[in-house]
């Protein structure tokens, strides 16, 4: 039980940060908004994670999973953001959402055993991928039609960020073995401000408007509720928490349907169906 209200605890929290971010992004850009919120994630997370959890072992184990886990998670954030600028998020989450499943074969592949049936299920949701991302040109966002090239190119970056999230979540769930839950949550922002934020402020980069602050404040609780849902699942199963993590999209589609009067093309839909019902038919799978 504890790895489905993990993931869906997750998957909730992880839909306000995409509606979030996307907003901040095309208001600022995809740097500063990382860099902002991976700053905001530390400050919080930190002192709560120094008052509340003894000081963990850091191990050779422990520091290689988290760095791994930081790494993949911020590389992902990163290329996502990219993508809000160009596509849709109905589209971009879709793909990305992926990241469960990639996490569920790096966990098969290290010795996790899936359930009967899932090797089918991980074909549909490969299907659905294609399909979303192949229609470029179709869809609009607040009656704006997206061209095509734009499309593609949001479709490879949320591509890439799916498998970087994939690897950080399977790494994230080793740490979370490793580790307290409070301590499990800060590689990412850690190497968010590291590789990111710090750079990016010494050279005077950062820049977060007035207009934007308040989303980059929601994108950093956001993320942060959703690593710890996900860490605290993840205790028990990486599989099944990180397929049922990824049902943000679905969520983040339909938000943004409402909030942005997104609008997409019959492949498009079409492939986020076939998306949806794999990721639902390999967390039921797997529970």
């Known amino acids: 039980m504890l790895p489905i ?5 997750a998957a909730l929290s992880f839909t306000f940060s995409i509606l979030f971010a996307a907003r901040s992004s095309r208001l600022i850009g995809a740097p500063s908004t ?3 919120a991976m700053s905001i994630g530390l400050a919080i997370a930190l ?7 003894p000081a963990p072992d850091l191990t050779p184990a422990t520091l290689g999973w988290a760095g791994l886990s930081g790494l993949g998670n911020v590389t992902g954030l990163f290329l996502i953001y990219t993508a809000y600028r160009l596509g849709t998020v109905g589209v971009i989450s879709t793909i990305a959402s992926t990241e469960g499943a990639i996490a569920a074969v790096i966990a098969v592949l290290a010795g996790e055993i899936l359930a009967p049936g899932s ?14 991302a192949s229609g470029g040109g179709d869809e609009e966002e607040e009656g704006v039609v997206i061209p095509r090239d734009r499309s ?4 490879v970056l949320a591509a890439g960020a799916a498998l970087s999230f994939g690897v950080g979540l399977y790494a994230a769930g080793r740490v979370s073995e490793l580790v ?7 590689p990412a922002r850690v190497v968010g401000v590291a590789v990111v934020a710090i750079p990016l402020a010494s050279f005077g980069r950062i820049r977060i408007t007035r207009r934007a602050w308040p989303y980059v404040i929601g994108v950093a609780l956001a993320e942060l509720v959703g690593y710890v849902a996900f860490v605290i699942g993840a205790r028990e199963s990486i599989a099944v928490t990180a397929v049922l993590a990824s049902m943000f999209a679905p969520l983040a589609t339909v938000a943004a349907f409402v909030l942005f009067r997104e609008r997409l093309g019959r492949r498009q839909v079409a492939g986020i169906v076939l998306v949806v019902v794999g990721v639902t038919a390999l967390g039921l799978l797997q529970s």
């Not at 002192?47 to 959890?53: E, Y």
């Not at 090797?119 to 979303?132: E, K």
Request: net charge positive; no cysteine; aromatic share 2%.
């Open 5 to 9: 209200l993990g993931g869906l605890g």
């Open 152 to 155: 593609i190119r949001a479709a």
């Open 34 to 36: 990382l860099a902002g």
């Open 47 to 53: 002192p709560i994670a120094l008052v509340t959890s």
């Open 119 to 132: 090797g089918p299920v991980l074909g549909l949701i490969a299907v659905g991928v294609v399909l979303a």
């Open 180 to 186: 307290p839950a409070a301590w499990a949550i800060l």
